[in-house]
């Protein structure tokens, strides 16, 4: 049955390919006022950021990206991944979806799908803090305590407010003083 709906969704979809892109200028604006700016709005420009990446400026990708993004809520992260597939073959240009799809194969156990899927939100939206945040922790969890502290610096270069991830760079960096990073 899911699959049935799937192919017509996507039969259906075929008809209105969408034209998702990273470009909204609002974006400069806020991530210069997030580098730039006070902590006290930084949480309100993270959250303004992650609304306009999640827009694929498509109603028909919207509609399948919330569809994954409720799957997954419910544990069904199988279809969760057949309905991204369809995100990502309607909207090649909308990096969230890439993201979100990356997500759901780490928690299948697909760590280069996932890595794969990263790494093209990154060619599309390079200030994906998020993105580089998990993919950091990738690196950390296999022990490649360099590339690891190396993404987490980049996370701080696009939010700099994230404090976790600050903890983890401090961390990191003790660990690898006297190490070639």
């Known amino acids: 049955m899911r699959n049935l709906i799937c192919a017509i969704l996507l039969a259906f979809c075929a008809a209105f390919p969408a034209a998702a892109d990273q470009t909204d200028a609002r974006l400069d604006l806020l991530f ?12 309100e420009n993270i959250a303004r950021i992650l609304d306009i990446w999640a827009d694929s400026q498509s109603d028909t990708v919207d509609l399948l990206y919330a569809r994954a993004e409720a799957s997954i809520a419910a544990g069904a992260e199988e ?8 995100v990502v073959g309607l909207a090649p240009s909308f990096a969230q979806g890439y993201a979100l799809r990356g997500d759901v194969r780490l928690s299948l156990g697909d760590n280069e799908g996932a890595f794969s899927d990263y790494e ?3 060619t599309l939206e390079p200030r994906h803090f998020e993105v580089r945040k998990t993919i950091a922790g990738m690196y950390h969890a296999s022990k490649d305590l360099a590339a690891a502290y190396e993404m987490y ?6 939010n700099p407010h994230d404090d ?3 903890r983890r760079a401090r961390a990191l960096r003790r660990d690898l003083d006297g190490q070639e990073i």
């Open 32 to 43: 210069e006022e997030l580098r730039t700016g006070e902590a006290v709005r930084a949480e």
């Open 79 to 86: 279809l969760a991944l057949a309905l991204l597939d369809h």
């Open 120 to 122: 093209r939100a990154l």
């Open 153 to 158: 610096q980049k996370v701080l270069e696009w």
């Open 164 to 166: 976790d991830v600050r």
